[in-house]
């Protein structure tokens, strides 16, 4: 990274800091009267260990999309989300079964933690419920959260981006993109076409009672969490875990890299090292030279390659030459133009009904 931005990225931390700081102690002093919430983030595991993670933040009363909602309300509602009052350093309760631990929230009110499992769950349950309950605090709050486990009977797992692959969002255009995330919601937003059908397929396999694990992975901030899961609710898209990112001024958060979505990867390739995984994503930013590079990290494990077509032929030819290469390690990466393309090939492969 250039000094130039290395410098401005520690100095926009410096100062975000700060003021963050300075914000809650004067809301502490002044009496803030906005209740706090504990949101936690879907998570996932194994019968030996759990990941879950969610945040603290004063509740700013975020309603769901409504039929009536003007372009106004859809941008005060962004809003709300992106300018939102975390909560640092307070304490959390978390139960999972006869497992529990004591966590803090860090400077942007996140927590984090992977538990150890001293026995596995019931086997006859997919999503399993943690409890969360603040701790030493004024205000009471509590909230329980859903850890996705897959059966050993899953055929495979799904690692899916969503920005112009389950969603039109227009990443490669930063005006449309902006217009997309602050002037429409979870009910104008577009899927592409066949979306919730495809993952449900994918979802349920070739058996009769299957569950597929399905991974949402993107660069998106955390920010988005509830509009996301309230946009799959509404066009049928199967929910799970989503792996976004934090959102700030200090250079992991500010600067948009493939870090973040090569670290998922892996992590989630090394949680379940039986378990082959079909990754979906679009020609728009990375995903193909992202899913190259999984390819030769961990060969063999992946059962086929979907890349959404939404760039121009010069962007498309890259994406060939890509995918050729990782053809001859033995995966089939396709670049394709709708979801029914995919679907097709997937039910050739063995992989849907």
């Not at 892996?266 to 679009?282: A, C, E, K, N, Q």
Request: charged share 30%; aromatic share 10%; hydrophobic share 35%.
């Amino acid at each position: 990274m250039a000094n130039w931005k290395k410098a401005f990225t520690q100095f926009g931390h410096k100062a975000e800091e700060k003021f963050d700081k300075l914000k809650y102690d004067l809301e502490k002093r002044l009496g803030s009267s906005k209740p706090i919430q504990i949101v936690p983030y879907m998570g996932y595991g194994t019968s030996d260990e759990i990941w879950i993670r969610g945040r603290v933040l004063k509740d700013k009363g975020i309603r769901p999309a409504a039929d009536k909602d003007t372009t106004w309300d859809n941008i005060l509602r962004m809003y709300k989300r992106f300018e939102s009052d975390e909560v640092p350093g307070v304490d959390i309760h978390l139960e999972f079964g006869d497992v529990k631990q004591n966590l803090t929230t860090d400077e942007e009110g996140y927590f984090e933690t992977s538990l150890r499992l001293p026995h596995p769950p019931e086997t006859n349950r997919i999503w399993h419920e943690v409890h969360l309950e603040l701790l030493k605090h004024e205000q009471k709050a509590d909230a329980a959260g859903q850890i996705l486990i897959p059966p050993e009977k899953a055929e495979f797992g799904v690692i899916s981006d969503i920005d112009d692959t389950i969603i039109k969002t227009g990443a490669a255009d930063l005006l449309e993109m902006a217009r997309n995330t602050f002037l429409e919601n979870a009910m104008t937003r577009l899927p592409f076409d066949g979306v919730g059908e495809f993952y449900q397929a994918l979802q349920k396999g070739t058996s009769d009672k299957p569950f597929n694990p399905i991974f949402y992975l993107s660069n998106s901030p955390w920010n988005l969490y509830d509009f996301l899961t309230n946009f799959m609710k509404l066009n049928n898209i199967p929910e799970s875990p989503l792996l976004l990112r934090d959102f700030g001024l200090d250079e992991d958060k500010f600067i948009k890299d493939d870090t973040h979505k090569k670290r998922q990867i892996h992590r989630l390739l090394t949680t379940y090292p039986d378990l082959p995984f079909v990754l979906i994503g679009d020609s728009g930013e990375h995903d193909p030279e992202i899913y190259d590079q999984a390819v030769k990290d961990f060969p063999g494990r992946f059962r086929a390659i979907y890349i959404r077509d939404v760039t121009s032929k010069e962007r498309d030819n890259v994406v060939k030459k890509i995918a050729e290469n990782v053809s001859s390690q033995g995966t089939e990466m396709l670049l394709v133009q709708d979801t029914k393309a995919a679907a097709e090939h997937a039910a050739s492969q063995g992989l849907i009904k």
